[in-house]
């Protein structure tokens, strides 16, 4: 595992029960940082710990690598990595353009190896369960599909690493913002629908964007997306980490017959008929499935890399993208203080709301603080 602290930590909480039951060896953890003790997954006896994972790579040849260090660090990683002879757990997001995925597509074709990105989401039975709804005319023709996220984060997160909160970092891009990073399962949950009810990957035709920031970052925080596709419906995706209450991640899907809704963190989804959302029990793990696809290549990847193509297609637009409006006034109120102050948009929950009820932007429906959407048209 390269980068074994930090979010490391919960994929060796993952790792650290398959290698008790003999399903995998762990045999070594590669951070440039002392390893943190984690009392859930200790460090099992045997493990060898680097600082350089090339160092690691020559040495111990494993057959399964995890990474989950900065994203702007996954490119060349993963490539060293499939080049040694290892498939991927590859966090998210995997890559952060177009440019880069064909690269890393390239390299797995070329060795032969496989790639399974870190949208656990995707494992979902509950996903499945609203996938299967809006496939089989329970929701009628689907018209819309939407996300709304609304979360905060303290100061002590944008102090985390020295890539937080930045576009740029020693000449590649990193994007830590919030469409990219901490609310990137909210925007691949929508286009794995849409993937679904049209059959087919997902296309862009337009990709606009409004972004917001409430603090000295060079990524937004809060920000609206509308994608509109070649074939199927718009897709509009709504998210905050300034929110004024905590929305956890909802998938809206509309359609002619019906609307659902999948609070996609729990599971809890919401069918037309439905008194309430009922918890959809059942994830497949990314790790496992990816074990089973090595034993038995039947056996598909819940992620593979080709699937988050059309996710890196809508980062590539936003990395092209204006630098975020600041907001600030009496727009914004902070709450708490020192490392755990948060910064919070007045309102900001109801317009994000209406964004994903509607499909519609900010700027089109009358928001004083908007501004207009940076519009990115995919040639013919």
């Not at 909160?165 to 794995?192: I, K, S, T």
Request: one cysteine or more; proline letters at 8%.
């Amino acid at each position: 595992m390269i980068g074994a602290n930090g979010h490391g930590r919960w994929h060796r909480r993952v790792i650290g029960p398959l290698h008790d039951a003999g399903r995998l060896r762990l045999v070594a953890l590669v951070d440039p940082r002392p390893i943190e003790e984690e009392p859930a997954a200790p460090v099992p006896a045997g493990t060898r710990i680097f600082t350089d994972h090339r160092a690691m790579l020559a040495e111990v040849a494993p057959e399964v690598v995890v990474i989950c260090t900065p994203p702007h660090t996954h490119l060349p990683i993963a490539r060293d990595a499939v080049t040694a002879g290892a498939d991927l757990l590859l966090e998210k997001p995997p890559v952060l353009t177009s440019g880069e995925h064909e690269e890393l597509a390239g390299a797995l074709a070329t060795t032969g190896r496989v790639a399974q990105v870190g949208f656990q989401a995707l494992g979902s039975a509950a996903l499945t369960a609203l996938t299967d709804a809006a496939t089989t005319g329970r929701l009628g023709t689907v018209t819309g599909i939407a996300t709304v996220a609304a979360w905060q984060r303290p100061d002590a997160y944008y102090a985390r690493a020295p890539w937080a909160g930045r576009r740029l970092l020693d000449g590649r891009p990193v994007l830590d913002g919030a469409l990219a990073n901490p609310l990137a399962h909210a925007v691949m949950q929508c286009l794995a629908v849409a993937e679904a009810v049209t059959g087919q990957p997902v296309e862009p035709a337009t990709v606009e964007v409004e972004r917001y920031r409430v603090r000295p970052i060079e990524v937004d925080d809060t920000a609206v997306l509308r994608l509109r596709q070649v074939v199927g419906p718009p897709i509009v995706a709504a998210v905050t980490l300034a929110g004024e209450d905590f929305i956890a991640g909802e998938v809206i899907v509309t359609g002619t017959g019906g609307r659902a809704v999948l609070e996609y963190p729990t599971d809890r989804l919401w069918l037309p008929g439905e008194a309430g959302p009922q918890v959809v029990p059942g994830r497949q793990g990314l790790l496992e499935n990816l074990l089973a696809h090595r034993a038995d290549r039947r056996v598909p990847l819940i992620a593979p890399l080709a699937r988050t193509a059309a996710f890196t297609a809508v980062l590539t637009a936003v990395q092209a993208a204006p630098e975020p409006t600041l907001l600030g006034g009496d727009l914004v109120e902070a709450v708490g203080e020192g490392t755990q102050r948060v910064l919070r948009i007045r309102g900001v929950n109801a317009v994000l709301r209406r964004a994903a009820e509607r499909g519609e932007l900010p700027s089109e429906s009358g928001v004083a603080w908007a501004v207009a959407p940076w519009r990115v048209t995919t040639p013919e």
